[in-house]
């Protein structure tokens, strides 16, 4: 960690709006939620009473059973998902983010709990760092905090639990295609008793096929046509709901006492218990309102799901249960419907079954996304399918496994009530953690009462562990699959975590010191040749054991050295004019710089094909302003000044665009051959990118009021950039010490390094052009 820093941001201006436009963007959101948050949850009334009724309770059938489930499905409902995530939950939003990384995020910013290892002072500045302001300033107060911080055992504990509720997510991606089409199909069954459940299968795999296999395409072409599909589902089932309570059983509005549920659980006793693993499927998919809070706001979710979504869903539950006392069969949902409109509530509900399955796939890839952005997930390739919306994005390999797992579970289990066991389980898992951290943002974030958070803990983590113990009992009838899927996963993360960490901290008790650089003289030792070598590297601060590595192995090194980090910042954004952080290593006449490019988990890491341009500007930028001795968004580094550099405005620096032509070739010294650089002017002019095809030159007029000695620096600057970039990573090979244990010998020597040889390179992550790469191999003892 840094020492403190004064950086000052300016606090971003938020236009003044009007309460007429503030209410009709919500209404708009609003509407454009139901096609992405509630079509798990709006697909519930498909499975619920199938799973209820399932087993042993089949026996107690009868009006008053009835009456009993209905009630207990009306309070879990009103209890869970509106008076704990619409009035309580939806407001720890983290900067507008939600999700189980969102709290874990919004924690670690006003407590010490974050395991990254790179985080440093200047990045508490960042405008979004601190949502709550002055309670964050008041926190140090709290004891809970305090012993948090203490001890590094009870952080790890509690990334831990933050993994397991991101891998139950992860899960859900599994099971909710799996069980919502199936679901949806088996209606066939209904009208058309030619079908087995063989071919019931069969169709719901080609539609699950059909649906992994369009998800490259994205899904904001579709989107604004998802939220009819989920309206005209939900004014179904609520109509066909009324009907069915006036048409079969006007007295099931008694149970809207909680009376009933006494009487249930008193009468069935253990088998009611058990039954509530069926219960609890009412409200899976709940945990979406928080999770996509990002592309809405808490308003919207909250008009969209007290207006519309609960009462047509408790009109529809309703409806069954006024069925179901009077016609004692166990599949309640499509028998209920009047033959009249059977085949469209069909049609409506193959739909929304299938853009139910979309969203919960679109939020594990931003989960996965989330995960990788703060070192808990392997480099995948994350492709952008929206230019305007940054949610939006695709997964391939994710995609696939997705694809083939959910396939696996469709074919293996082939019935929802198995499916729906194994669901429940890790619904019930994402709620409790949410209840978990819920406890301790109320405690160190909005800085409340530790009995008030008791009371939040005991009060829905009773009624959630209640169903949690009850979803155990059925881990051999299917539930097994969500605690395997996410033993993997975690398995798979908290390794890479742990992997990640140990290289970083061999980097930092490793690194070259100033006091060797500053024995090498401005030379550095060696040649010093034309051209800019950008050295990536994961430390923050100091000079990475690489560069030594390289400058005892080769005689020359480039003129201008600039040491690149790519880091995370616990926030879901940070604003472009906050990116960069620019410094200095060493004395004037070494040219050697660093750059820090910090971004959020929510951040698109967009292949920028500008990005030398406008860190040669930026380098520009922080030239002048430490000539000028500015001190506005600046701070002091343990190996030099560094200052946030925004969009340069004011650079003697100026930026020319002309068309590459390959005369130009050769008419620049150069640290590269000729026949290299007849190459790289041919990959060039040969590249399918338009911005390749063009040369982007500087120039320094001449102005007699800036600095000689800022000219000279900002000429050899320029000209090093005519000269090239070169791209230095290191090959790092990760062993475990010989003294290790044999599971960190398992992990490091097996685990770490097989995801490291299988996942994408770090060359290929960061848009790196292999022509103007090079790799320096380092084996790290950890």
């Known amino acids: 960690m840094d020492s403190a820093v004064n950086v000052y941001v ?154 397991v509720g991101t891998c139950m997510v992860i899960g859900d991606g599994v099971l909710t295609p799996a069980i919502s089409v199936l679901s949806s199909v088996s209606g066939l069954q209904v009208r058309t008793t030619k079908l087995n459940d063989r071919e019931v299968v069969l169709i719901s795999c080609i539609i699950l096929v059909g649906l992994f296999a369009l998800q490259h395409f994205g899904t904001q072409k579709v989107a604004f046509m998802f939220a009819p599909i989920v309206i005209t589902w939900l004014l179904c089932i609520s109509a066909v709901g009324i009907y069915n309570v006036v048409h079969w059983n006007p007295s099931i509005l008694r149970a809207f006492s909680p009376y009933y549920v006494y009487k249930f659980f008193r009468r069935t006793g253990k088998d009611g218990w058990i039954s509530l693993g069926g219960v609890l499927l009412s409200i899976t998919g709940t945990e979406a309102m928080f999770a996509d809070l990002g592309h809405f706001t808490p308003l919207s979710i909250r008009i969209a799901f007290a207006g519309f979504v609960y009462p047509c869903l408790i009109l529809s539950y309703l409806g069954q249960a006024a069925f179901l006392s009077k016609n004692k069969v166990t599949e309640s949902f499509y028998k209920s419907i009047p033959e009249a409109v059977y085949w469209p509530v069909f049609v409506v509900a193959t739909l929304a079954a299938i853009v139910g399955s979309q969203a919960v796939i679109s939020a594990t890839f931003s989960i996965v996304k989330q995960c990788h952005a703060l070192g808990c997930f392997p480099r995948v390739k994350i492709v952008h399918t929206s230019k305007h919306i940054n949610g939006q994005i695709y997964i391939p390999e994710i995609n696939w496994i997705l694809m083939i797992l959910c396939l696996a579970v469709t074919i293996g289990f082939r ?93 930092l008790q490793n690194k070259v010191s100033m006091k060797w650089i500053l024995t090498l003289g401005p030379s550095l030792g060696i040649v010093r040749v034309p051209g800019i070598g950008l050295i990536y590297t994961e430390l923050v601060t100091g000079v990475p054991a690489i560069f030594s590595h390289f400058v005892t192995n080769l005689p020359a090194f480039h003129q201008v050295l600039v040491f690149v980090c790519i880091k995370s910042v616990p926030v879901p954004y940070v604003p472009h004019e906050e990116r960069y952080l620019i410094g200095r290593i060493g004395p004037k006449v070494y040219r050697m710089y660093r750059c820090i490019v910090r971004y959020g988990y929510k951040d698109v890491q967009k292949d920028d094909n500008d990005f030398e341009n406008r860190l040669i500007l930026s380098i520009a930028e922080f030239i002048q302003m430490e000539a000028e001795g500015s001190q506005t968004s600046s701070c002091e580094s343990l190996d030099g000044r560094m200052a946030v550099i925004s969009t340069p405005v004011r650079s003697a620096v100026r930026m020319v665009v002309s068309d590459l032509s390959s005369d130009m070739v050769g008419s620049i010294p150069s640290s590269k051959s000729p026949t290299l650089q007849s190459l790289q002017s041919m990959y060039e002019i040969e590249s399918p990118r338009s911005e390749r095809r063009r040369r982007i030159r500087f120039e320094v007029p001449r102005n007699p009021a800036i600095d000689p000695s800022v000219m000279e620096e900002l000429s050899d600057l320029i000209e090093a950039k005519d000269a090239g970039i070169a791209y230095i990573l290191g090959h790092s090979y990760i062993k475990a010490r010989k003294s290790s244990t044999f599971l960190k010998k398992f992990a490091i020597d097996v685990g770490y390094s097989f995801l490291r040889k299988n996942c994408r390179g770090p060359a290929v992550a960061l848009n790196i052009p292999h022509i103007s790469l090079i790799e320096v191999g380092m084996i790290y003892y950890v």
């Open 415 to 507: 019935d929802t009530t198995i499916i729906g066991n194994a669901y429940g389980i890790a619904a019930i898992t994402v709620m409790f953690v949410t209840t978990c951290l819920m406890t301790l943002v109320i405690v160190i974030v909005w800085q409340k009462n530790v009995i008030l958070a008791i009371v939040f803990l005991l009060f829905f983590g009773s009624i959630e562990g209640v169903y949690l113990s009850a979803s155990f009992t059925k881990v051999p009838q299917g539930g097994w699959a969500p605690l395997v899927l996410a033993m993997v996963f975690m398995i798979v993360m908290y390794v890479w975590h742990y992997g990640t960490r140990r290289k970083y901290m061999f980097d």
């Open 10 to 163: 300016p606090p971003p201006t938020t236009p003044q709006v009007s309460w007429k436009s503030y209410y009709k963007s919500a209404l708009f959101l609003a509407y454009q939620s139901f096609g992405v948050v509630y079509g798990d949850l709006g697909t519930s009334p498909l499975y619920v009473y199938k799973s209820v009724f399932e087993g042993k309770l089949h026996g107690y059938m009868d009006e008053e059973t009835v009456f009993g489930v209905f009630s207990t499905i009306f309070w879990t409902f009103t209890l869970i998902p509106l008076i704990k995530y619409v009035v309580i939950v939806l407001s720890a939003d983290d900067n507008g983010e939600g999700g189980t990384f969102a709290l874990y995020s919004l924690l670690c910013r006003h407590a010490k709990l974050s395991m990254l290892p790179n985080q440093q002072a200047a990045d508490e500045e960042v405008s979004t760092y601190h949502k709550f302001g002055q309670a964050a300033q008041n926190s140090g107060t709290s004891t809970l905090k305090k012993f948090f911080e203490k001890h590094k055992k009870m952080r790890t504990g509690l990334l831990i639990v933050v993994l």
